[in-house]
């Protein structure tokens, strides 16, 4: 991954957690007791930031032929709505939580959960505007980072009114990382 994506995306930090130690690099409380092989598909680490590029580079057709990438976003929708989250249209593609939100805009991306942590990483389009945003919060509550994410990306993309641009830019104090919006 790191000679075929990583490096040509000039990622320098993320990797595929392979062992204990590995996490310990990345989070600042002792979480010993998760071993990164649990997930099963394996479970990427790093920046905030690359997880971003990686997901705007991913989703705008810059790694995968455009036949690869409309199957990859191919969603089978799992449900309805879920309570204190902001999907309407729950699914999954290959390797991707895909969705309608309750406010009608579609997000692209992954929600992860672990001891750490929650992590969420989407991509939103609104015309030709097109964002990706991450947000982490060290607390951990999948509905709140989420809600988080969707926010900011609908200001970035255009689809709320923008109250000022320090404001969605800047950290939030509830959040260990701040946004890193990408927009083409």
């Keep these: ?13 993320a990797r595929l957690a392979k062992t204990q130690e590995d996490l310990g690099e990345v989070y ?3 979480i010993s007791s998760y071993h990164p092989g649990w997930v099963y598909h394996g479970l990427l680490v790093g920046p905030l930031s690359e997880s971003t590029v990686l997901l705007n580079h991913l989703l ?10 409309q199957e990859m976003q191919h969603a089978i929708v799992l449900g309805g709505s879920m309570p204190g989250r902001p999907w309407a249209t729950p699914g999954y593609g290959l390797g991707l939580m895909i969705g309608g939100t309750k406010s009608g805009h579609m997000l692209t991306g992954h929600t992860g959960v672990g001891p750490g942590g929650v992590i969420a990483v989407f991509h939103c389009s609104s ?6 945003c991450s947000v982490f919060d060290e607390g951990g509550d999948e509905g709140q980072v989420e809600a988080k994410v969707l926010e900011r ?8 009114k923008q109250v000022g641009e320090a404001q969605w830019c800047q950290l939030n104090p509830m959040l ?3 946004f890193c919006p ?3």
């Design 1 to 13: 991954m790191a000679r075929r994506v990583f490096l040509p995306l000039g990622l320098t930090h």
């Design 28 to 30: 600042s409380e002792n």
């Design 60 to 69: 705008t057709g810059q790694l995968l032929p455009p036949s690869l990438l």
């Design 127 to 132: 015309g030709h505007n097109v964002a990706t």
């Design 153 to 160: 990306l609908l200001i970035a993309v255009g689809a709320e």
């Design 176 to 178: 260990s990382s701040g």
């Design 182 to 184: 990408l927009m083409r």
